[in-house]
């Protein structure tokens, strides 16, 4: 009886020479792999000892500042002490800053009102709304031919618009009324204004 | 030369191909890493040590703003008995008659972050010393914002008497030199 023999993965055997050839190659890469993996490992070893340089530097800086500045916990802890309490405190300045800015000076108000008026006025009455920003005030001043008495509102306005302080303070200043009464035996006039505050003021 | 240790298969293959690739790769990254975290934790805290004169001296510079600004130079957050007296002697300091004075508690109003203590008062005095008093109520380190005025001449003659009366709130905070550490 015949016997054949078929190979049938002849296409999956390397032939002798290939697998010389595979051989090499493979040895040559593991070698290559082998000396960059030296390389490599040399490189990291360099690289630890720079850290472990670097980690014992650390060490001395903590230690330095801790002898210069105890009870801070740290280079890393006081700074971020210094900074939380810096945001602290730029916080208050800033709540501080909005409170400065929504005073009113009534006082420098009333004296810059009466600066330019002659002596013998007066401020009768002052209702100030700070939610409004409204202010209207009385001026009294005596009727007649005096100094005072020549003044009319408008001219008052004049004198106020005239004096950048105030201006800078109030606008939309207007005469609201103006009233002859007797005061006393003496006739005065009554004249009442009103004006709004201008917002930001120190 | 057995090439056969290599090539038992594909997987066994691949695995001697990839092998060293990989182990230089986590060699090296494992390294970088390390490298990293530790020059940037180094650079961390001698920059911190550089920051920290100049964080101190702002900080110094900013408290010393504040205190400028704290009603109680004790670190105490004012009281309303404080206040009250503080006030009455304030009005009787510069002539003028304190008639009432009503505190209400202290409450965070909308639009601010830090309470406030309403305050009405109403009191009698001649024009220079209602200037001079409002003046001195109205110091920076006295935070007070004025709600609301109403000025009236009550007396013309022989002398001149004006009754004010006034709604403001009063913000009072306590001194910035807290107890605890302080900054090197």
Redesign the interface.
């Known amino acids: 009886m015949a016997h054949f023999e078929v190979n049938l993965i002849r296409h999956e055997i390397l032939s002798p020479s290939r697998r010389r050839v595979l051989f090499w190659c493979m040895l040559a890469y593991l070698l290559l792999s082998a000396l960059a993996l030296g390389i490599t490992a040399h490189h990291a070893g360099q690289q630890l000892l720079l850290m472990l340089g670097a980690r014992e530097e650390m060490a001395r800086l903590e230690t330095e500042f801790e002898h210069n500045y105890p009870g801070q916990g740290g280079v890393l802890a006081c700074r971020q002490m210094l900074e939380t309490r810096l945001q602290a405190r730029a916080a208050r300045l800033e709540a501080i800053a909005r409170i400065l800015d929504r005073r009113i000076g009534l006082a420098r108000l009333l004296a810059e009102l009466l600066a330019p008026l002659p002596p013998e006025v007066t401020i009768s009455d002052l209702d100030l709304d700070r939610s409004k920003g409204e202010i209207s005030f009385s001026l009294l001043l005596p009727a007649g031919n005096g100094r005072s008495g020549s003044l009319s509102p408008s001219q008052i306005i004049q004198l106020w618009k005239d004096d950048p302080g105030l201006a800078a303070r109030i606008r939309d200043l207007q005469a609201v009324s103006t009233q002859r009464r007797m005061v006393g035996n003496r006739p005065m006039l009554n004249l009442r204004y009103s004006c709004q505050l201008v917002a930001k003021e120190r | ?3 056969g240790i ?2 038992r298969g594909r997987f066994i293959f691949w695995c ?2 990839l092998a ?2 990989l ?2 790769g986590a ?2 990254g ?2 970088f890493l ?2 990293r975290s ?2 940037e ?2 650079a ?3 920059t ?2 550089q ?2 004169p100049e ?2 001296d ?2 110094a510079a ?2 010393g ?2 205190k400028h ?1 704290a009603f109680d130079r004790n670190g105490a957050t004012p009281t309303v008995e404080v206040l009250s007296s503080w006030i009455n002697d304030c009005t009787q300091r510069h002539g003028v008659s304190l008639n009432l004075l009503v505190f209400q508690p202290p409450k965070v109003e909308p639009g ?3 309470p406030a203590v309403k305050v009405e008062m109403e009191c009698e005095g001649g ?1 220079v010393p ?3 008093w ?2 001195e109520m ?1 110091r ?1 380190e006295n ?11 009550t007396q ?2 022989p002398t ?1 008497v004006y009754g004010v009366k006034l709604l403001f709130r009063f ?1 009072a ?1 306590p001194a ?1 030199d807290s107890p605890g ?1 302080t ?2």
Do not use: E
Not at chain 2, 143 to 153: H, Q, S, T
């Open positions: 030369m057995d090439v290599f090539n001697w191909l060293p690739v182990l230089i060699v090296q494992a390294v390390y490298s530790t020059a934790t180094l961390h805290r001698r911190s040590l920051v920290i964080l101190r702002k900080a900013v408290d703003l504040l600004f601010d972050t830090v024009w209602l200037l001079s409002l003046n109205r920076p935070l007070l914002v004025l709600d609301g005025a109403v000025v009236r001449l013309s003659s001149v913000y905070f910035v550490r900054a090197p």
